[in-house]
């Protein structure tokens, strides 16, 4: 039976603020097999976890009277946004920020964490990694599941992604060929590009379409998918494209399940995610992006060992015809 990944998505962001080293903390503990840090840099030079480079409605930089003259409005990859960003700020400077949760209207129990946990570094998260691994001993290490974010933004603005990313993972001893590491962006010429500088495996993170699996399958080993890309054919065809296919993102809140898997009327309560990742699963799927890593590495388990023994080769103990001519 081939593996499933379980890929904490922002960490264990269901239950803690997304990004920060306790949210990828309590993953680690949960069992995920991958964490997932987006990547964005600062003024000088440094990658650090942020969903997007505008830090407004993730930290509490809103409420530092020092920055307020670096809010701004700019129009990233196609879209005009206003805030502060992350380019804007030195390391030093978004250390004295502080993380708050982004849904505080879905995750209201998160907001007790509001202001307690710092913007994590690249390095930091790989720091984490290594430590995880070093108490491991020689079991499996922590995969790191690192995604650019608006790297065609950040080159051109002087601060490109790539070598950065690369040398992280190298000094953290994540750049050998069976290095637990998939590299994903939106952007394929991002792809491109790392596919000429690395060969680590990289993943085309697609929204709306499948688009040309056999052109992506130059490039990358496998596509991250919204759930609706999902259904049974474009499985199918992926596979039969060699790539591997991990879909994004299951979250336990009715707001972001199917009508028949919500739980009550809220959209913040929580409804039956195990079904909605095991419908995913039976699929065939290979990895998915989840929020809770719990719930995740739970039905992910309980899901192998059912289909398991279905799966065992047939020994010649186990043959039908040789079982009846050993009687
Ligand atoms: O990277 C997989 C998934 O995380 C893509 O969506 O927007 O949550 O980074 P996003
Ligand atoms: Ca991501």
Redesign the pocket.
């Known amino acids: 039976m081939p593996e499933i990944l379980v890929i904490a998505?922002?960490g264990a962001s269901g239950e803690r603020p997304e990004h920060t080293l306790e949210s990828y903390r309590l993953a680690i503990e949960e069992g995920a097999d991958y964490i997932?840090p987006?990547l964005v840099m600062t003024k000088d030079g440094v990658l650090v976890a942020r969903?997007e480079n505008e830090i407004g409605g993730t930290t509490d930089v809103a409420m530092h009277p020092e920055f307020a003259m670096r809010r701004r409005t700019q129009v990233i990859d196609g879209e005009t946004m206003t805030g502060w960003f992350t380019e804007d700020f030195t390391l030093a400077e978004i250390k004295t920020l502080r993380a708050r949760e982004r849904l505080p209207e879905l995750r209201p129990q998160n907001c007790v964490f509001d202001g307690r946990f710092t913007i994590p570094s690249f390095v930091e998260i790989l720091e984490l990694a290594t430590e995880t691994n070093r108490r491991r001993g020689g079991s499996a290490r922590i995969g790191v599941y690192p995604?650019t974010k608006h790297p065609a933004h950040f080159t051109g603005i002087g601060l490109p992604l790539e070598q950065a990313v690369l040398d992280a993972l190298h000094r953290h001893a994540y750049s050998a060929d069976d290095s637990p590491v998939f590299i994903?962006s939106f952007d394929p010429q991002n792809l491109r590009l790392l596919h000429g500088m690395t060969r680590l495996p990289l993943l085309q993170?697609l929204e709306h379409e499948l688009g040309d699996l056999a052109a992506i399958a130059q490039y990358a080993v496998g596509i991250?998918i919204a759930k609706h890309l999902a259904t049974p054919e474009g499985i199918r065809a992926a596979h039969a494209a060699n790539l591997k296919v991990h879909v994004?993102?299951f979250r336990a809140e009715n707001e972001f399940l199917p009508k028949d898997l919500q739980v009550g009327t809220s959209p913040a309560a929580h409804g039956n995610l195990e079904a909605e990742i095991r419908r995913f699963l039976e699929r065939g799927i290979d990895g998915f992006?989840v929020d809770f890593p719990a719930v995740g590495v739970r039905v992910r388990n309980a899901y192998i060992s059912a289909v398991q023994p279905l799966h065992q080769p047939l020994t010649d103990t186990t043959l039908p015809g040789n079982r009846l001519q050993g009687r």
């Open positions: 998505h922002r997932e987006d969903h995604e994903q993170l991250g994004w993102t992006f």
